[in-house]
């Protein structure tokens, strides 16, 4: 079902003029009040993004045909009908049980929800700091292709939004354009090739100013440390004792395996410091 949206979530931010979260709401408020507290759900469907071009006020009286002009330009004011897919999330991720502490769905998970959409489909995702009005600010991400058009936000919504909606808080959501997922993705999705060597894990943490985005720093990670880097991954961010005010401390793994060989610590070690340089040279990143 198409659905139409006229509230907090129609936003001057771009392409989120419409939605498929208020579905999501009402059965998350359904659910809830019959006793589900744990929600994870999902949404599909086509919304409406209005253009400039609404209509034609040259309508013929009933009984006449309408010239082709009439109806070039009330064909141009139909308004454009993506694909998009929402993903809800509140509560715990799992029930209450002996020996285990339930844990609660938090921002995270919906980025999460977003990257494993670019993951099947074969599109590289950028994930950055953003902002929307319908989520709560600094808890924001902009998903965007690599060429930076922004397909989608995630993140934890705003606590106005949730009193306003009756949801409990905390509830994190995420919404993408799969129209634009599908236009980017490759013809053929090429799986990558199972290695028989083993790989070489390396930690760096990098302390960078707070306002610099952690994708960023990452994405030069990835481009400075080579052909040898399989994949590097966030895994701390902290802020507090032993860091300068207004800087923040990022923590990555970087994963090396040659297809060829096994790497030496040297080689490993190396690709690492390159790694490490271009960050130091884009952002002045300091190892801790």
């Known amino acids: 079902q198409a659905l139409k949206l006229a509230n907090p979530l129609s936003a001057e931010y771009g392409y989120l003029r419409t939605s498929v979260l208020p579905g999501l709401f009402e059965v998350a408020k359904r659910n809830m009040s019959r006793g589900f507290r744990d929600l994870a759900l999902f949404e599909s469907g086509t919304v409406f993004l209005p253009g400039d071009h609404l209509g ?3 309508i013929p009286p ?8 009439v109806l070039d330009e009330l064909y141009a004011g139909i308004p454009d009908q993506p694909l998009h897919v929402g993903v809800l999330l509140a ?3 799992s029930a209450p049980g002996a020996g285990t502490t339930p844990r609660t769905w938090d921002w995270a998970d919906a980025v999460d929800f977003a990257r494993m959409m670019g993951d099947v489909l074969g599109v590289e995702l950028v994930v950055e700091q953003g902002t929307h009005q319908a989520f709560h600010p600094g808890r924001t991400a902009r998903i965007a292709l690599r060429s930076g058009e922004t397909v989608g936000y995630a993140g934890e919504l705003h606590p106005k939004l949730l009193a306003a909606r009756d949801m409990p808080a905390r509830t994190v959501a995420a919404e993408l354009d799969v129209d634009a ?7 053929v999705i090429v799986a990558r090739p199972i290695s028989s060597f083993p790989i070489s894990t390396q930690d760096v943490a990098l302390v960078v100013a707070e306002d610099v985005p952690a994708e960023q720093v990452r994405e030069a990670l990835r481009e400075g440390a ?6 590097v991954a966030l895994f701390d961010v902290y802020a507090g004792a032993g860091i300068e005010p207004g800087s923040k401390s ?4 970087l994963r090396f395996r040659a297809p060829d060989r096994t790497l030496t610590a040297d080689e490993a070690s190396e690709a690492r410091a390159a790694a490490v340089a271009l960050a130091a040279e884009r952002f002045g990143a300091v190892q801790r």
């Not at 009933?62 to 002009?69: I, V």
């Not at 080579?226 to 994949?231: H, K, Q, T, V, Y």
């Not at 990022?250 to 793994?253: C, D, K, M, V, W």
């Open 181 to 187: 997922l599908f236009d980017a993705a490759p013809d």
């Open 56 to 58: 034609t006020e040259s």
């Open 250 to 253: 990022l923590a990555f793994a």
């Open 226 to 231: 080579g052909e040898l880097l399989e994949d």
């Open 62 to 69: 009933l009984g006449a045909k309408p010239s082709d002009e």
């Open 91 to 93: 509560g715990h991720e």
